[in-house]
């Protein structure tokens, strides 16, 4: 998808998608040093309150963050200030996840870069919210690159 934009503005949405495996629920824990059973041991987690194995709050979180990166990064340099998370359902090991971040608040500053409020969240099959976040990015002024 190739979409141009200059200046961020509020009200400004993007999103992803993603569906995780075992394998690589269990390859991101262990690259992540996560050594949490219920992300590596299936036995484990099926006797869990989860009943399966579910996804390290770590990886879900960084699917989430890396969006706005490489979203943004399109077109503009960018770099993240904060981010915060919630994480209120597990994600399974072999879910299917909706990603949308919208843009809630823009501060012009110095050099034609943005500083951009974002609220973002992670959304399962059935829609219910896995993962609420917030974050602050610093967007630059718009590079000239080609955007394939």
């Known amino acids: 998808m190739s979409e141009k934009f200059d200046r961020v503005e509020v009200g ?3 999103t992803g998608v993603h569906t995780f495996d075992e ?3 269990r390859t991101f824990a262990s690259a992540a040093g996560d050594t949490n059973p219920l ?3 299936i036995a484990f987690a099926e006797a869990s309150r989860y009943g399966r194995l579910i996804a390290s709050g770590t990886h879900t979180t960084a699917l989430l963050l ?18 915060s998370v919630d994480l209120h359902r597990p994600v399974y090991a072999d879910a299917t ?3 949308e971040w919208e843009v809630i608040a823009v501060t012009h500053g110095d ?3 943005q500083r951009v409020t974002l609220r ?5 099959e059935v829609g219910e919210e896995c993962v609420a976040a917030r974050g602050t990015i ?7 690159i080609s955007n394939q």
Do not use: C, E, K, Y
């Open 12 to 14: 400004h949405r993007f």
């Open 23 to 25: 394998a690589q629920v």
């Open 39 to 41: 992300h590596h041991d």
């Open 66 to 83: 890396g969006l706005t990166a490489s979203h943004f990064s399109r077109m503009h340099s960018v770099v993240g200030i904060s981010f």
């Open 97 to 99: 996840v909706w990603m």
């Open 111 to 113: 050099r034609g870069s």
């Open 120 to 124: 973002g969240s992670m959304r399962d």
């Open 138 to 144: 610093r967007v630059g002024a718009p590079m000239n």
